[in-house]
């Protein structure tokens, strides 16, 4: 953590002062999207946003694995994008990303519900012509719609999949069975597999293309270290399990954005908040180094 006044009083991403988080001279923008109209389960992902961004503020900023603080970059804060429905949300999202890449921002999105995904991933692919789309999740998330919504939460692979058919999805182990005429077997890296696998994180970079988006859905983790999301799944990744692919993908490949998506804060346990914001460090620390 920054030592100062201005850190006890700035609500941003690390708790930044002044000098590290406005518009200009930052490299980095992270965007709260703090919606959630179409979770089936455990509602209150619209207040994952804000308990990251606290719990951002409470990291010590220097990263040991990559020797650096990447907040020296930059990293601000914008205004969070509001919306009442699905579409109108998305559409924002789209708009409002698209004109952060045309000032060469690198963009962290936050959810909200894994729906939110969807425009931000429009305005990358719209921005980067050979996109590879790397979806760490529980489910596959390939229904065609789910409970009218085609727009919800659990399609939002089966709308990306609309933009671009280049989809690594890593970590599944729940799907419906109307989902598995979408699912390509061999760009799904299940959890079962990954656990009994040796070379798993080799044959993930290998599918992807040079320019790689990451859209996490934060149940990809085991529900022993990240309880507080819409619809734990038992049998998930660790925390160095995700963090070896990461540091793999940056190595090897161009991350050009990011979301973290479906945390679900709780009162009463606020570890997987920090989880959520020293992850965002991690692969933004990974990034930039």
Same mark, same amino acid.
């Given at each position: 953590?920054?030592?100062?006044?201005?850190?006890?009083?700035?609500?941003?991403?690390?708790?930044?002062?002044?000098?590290?988080?406005?518009?200009?001279?930052?490299?980095?923008?992270?965007?709260?999207?703090?919606?959630?109209? &179409?979770?089936? *389960?455990?509602?209150?992902?619209?207040?994952?946003?804000?308990?990251?961004?606290?719990?951002?503020?409470?990291?010590?900023?220097?990263?040991?694995?990559?020797?650096?603080?990447?907040?020296?970059?930059?990293?601000?804060?914008?205004?969070?994008?509001?919306?009442?429905?699905?579409?109108?949300?998305?559409?924002?999202?789209?708009?409002?990303?698209?004109? #952060?890449?045309?000032?060469?921002?690198?963009?962290?999105?936050?959810?909200?519900?894994?729906?939110?995904?969807?425009?931000?991933?429009?305005?990358?692919?719209?921005?980067?012509?050979?996109?590879?789309?790397?979806?760490?999740?529980?489910?596959?998330?390939?229904?065609?719609?789910?409970?009218?919504?085609?727009?919800?939460?659990?399609?939002?692979?089966?709308? &990306?999949?609309?933009?671009?058919?280049?989809?690594?999805?890593?970590?599944?182990?729940?799907?419906?069975?109307?989902?598995?005429?979408?699912?390509?077997?061999?760009?799904?890296?299940?959890?079962?597999?990954?656990?009994?696998?040796?070379? *798993?994180?080799?044959?993930?970079?290998?599918?992807?293309?040079?320019?790689?988006?990451?859209?996490?859905?934060?149940?990809?983790?085991?529900?022993?270290?990240?309880?507080? &999301?819409?619809?734990?799944?038992?049998?998930?990744?660790?925390?160095?399990?995700?963090?070896? #692919?990461?540091?793999?993908? &940056?190595?090897?490949?161009?991350?050009?954005? #990011?979301?973290?998506?479906?945390?679900?804060?709780?009162?009463?346990?606020?570890?997987?908040?920090?989880?959520?914001?020293?992850?965002?460090?991690?692969?933004?620390?990974?990034?930039?180094?």
């Amino acid at each position: 953590m920054i030592k100062t006044e201005d850190n006890k009083t700035s609500f941003n991403f690390g708790g930044l002062p002044a000098r590290y988080s406005t518009y200009k001279h930052s490299n980095i923008v992270v965007l709260p999207v703090p919606f959630d109209k &179409t979770s089936s *389960w455990i509602k209150g992902s619209d207040k994952g946003p804000r308990a990251i961004i606290n719990a951002s503020r409470n990291m010590e900023l220097y990263d040991i694995e990559t020797d650096s603080e990447v907040y020296r970059k930059g990293i601000h804060t914008a205004k969070a994008v509001k919306s009442g429905n699905s579409e109108k949300m998305v559409d924002s999202v789209h708009k409002k990303v698209g004109k #952060l890449l045309q000032d060469h921002k690198f963009v962290v999105l936050l959810g909200g519900e894994h729906s939110v995904s969807l425009g931000a991933i429009r305005a990358h692919a719209e921005s980067y012509g050979n996109l590879s789309i790397l979806h760490l999740d529980a489910h596959s998330d390939l229904r065609d719609s789910y409970e009218g919504n085609k727009y919800s939460h659990a399609s939002i692979m089966a709308r &990306t999949k609309e933009i671009t058919e280049d989809i690594i999805s890593v970590g599944i182990r729940s799907s419906d069975s109307s989902e598995l005429k979408n699912i390509r077997k061999q760009n799904t890296f299940y959890a079962s597999y990954i656990h009994h696998s040796g070379d *798993w994180i080799k044959k993930v970079v290998k599918k992807l293309s040079r320019d790689v988006y990451i859209s996490i859905d934060l149940d990809v983790f085991d529900p022993s270290i990240m309880p507080s &999301t819409g619809t734990p799944e038992p049998g998930g990744l660790g925390w160095y399990d995700v963090i070896d #692919l990461l540091d793999h993908v &940056t190595r090897h490949k161009n991350v050009v954005g #990011l979301d973290v998506v479906e945390l679900c804060p709780s009162k009463n346990n606020p570890a997987p908040d920090f989880l959520a914001a020293k992850l965002i460090y991690r692969l933004l620390s990974l990034k930039f180094a």
